[in-house]
């Protein structure tokens, strides 16, 4: 079984990088929203902040670590959050490029999807007439034949390039082989306990979100890695919810955000990130649980401290 734990890590995703400006008005993406959107799910309930940029201009995803330092100095001075800096980026960019914020500002932890795979996005297209900017179009109907790309190779790559820096990764699984992965870069050594293990289900290309999807990566993870890791879920889109409900009775983490979902509810945008956590710490706490600070978490996680990043 999972690591025994006391509290609940809600952890919440800001922005991403699926999502385009034409989906929703209340998508962080100029500096000061994204630094907002996590200051305010941090003072929700969030105890882990999970971040992407985006170019001001336009809104399309990008790596550049200058455009995180546009936010994070601001994030770190308002709140005792724990920062999470993505490694995933966008199905567009190269390893490398998707290695550079987590390799040179050094976050307490990073995320780090374990494998490459279809990503489709196609499907959102006929939901809108029109876009904003010209950028999103193409990067939607293109997902059709785009892989997402992390080979075994580019996941050591990216695990060796910040051993130095003492991250530890949220280890994104979309399905039960990349839960093998996980176990095998454990074996190696390149991973250490205790893993935190973030299961995704229902984006295209990943593991579906039926409860008993749910129900055969927490049996999978639980027999893989024993009591030497701690789960959490997301569920994406209407899923969101359902996913975070099943997982905290099942006595998981649960991750919420506008990366993830743009609803708070059927046909409700979410006006803000802190809506989200908001909401999905009321389940949790109406079943009875306790949500967990970002001191707890770090905790938990054995996390190295806010004071030991580079920004």
Partial sequence: MAA???????TCAITGSIHTPTMSPYLPVTPDE??????????AGAAIV??????????????DPQAFMRFLPKIKAASDVV????????PTMSPEERLQPALQLKPE?????????????????????????DWEQPYLAGSDERIFKNTFRDIAYILESCA?????????????????????????????????????????????????????????????FGDAYLWSVLGAGRN??????????MGGNVRVGLEDSLWLGRGTLAKSNAEQVTKVRRILEEIGLQVATPDEARKMLKLKGGNKVAF
Wanted: charged fraction near 20%; proline fraction near 4%; charge should be neutral.
């Fill in 4 to 10: 025994a734990q006391g509290k609940v890590i809600i």
């Fill in 34 to 43: 994204i630094a907002d959107g996590a200051i305010g799910a941090a003072q």
């Fill in 50 to 63: 999970h971040l992407h940029a985006r170019d001001p201009a336009d809104g399309r995803p990008t790596q």
């Fill in 83 to 90: 920062i999470n800096l993505t490694t995933g980026g966008a």
């Fill in 109 to 133: 932890v990073a995320s780090l999807n374990m494998g490459s795979m279809n990503f489709g996005l196609y499907e959102m297209l006929g939901r809108y007439k029109e876009f904003k900017y």
């Fill in 164 to 224: 130095s820096n003492d991250t530890r990764f949220e280890i994104e699984c979309y399905d039960i082989g990349h839960l093998y992965t996980a176990a095998h870069f454990l074996d190696r050594g390149l991973l250490k306990p205790p893993l935190f293990i973030q299961s995704v289900f229902g984006l295209r290309g990943g593991i579906g979100p039926h409860p008993e999807d749910v129900l055969h990566m927490r049996r999978t993870a639980d027999r893989l």
């Fill in 240 to 249: 969101q919810m359902f996913i975070a409900a099943q997982s905290a009775v």
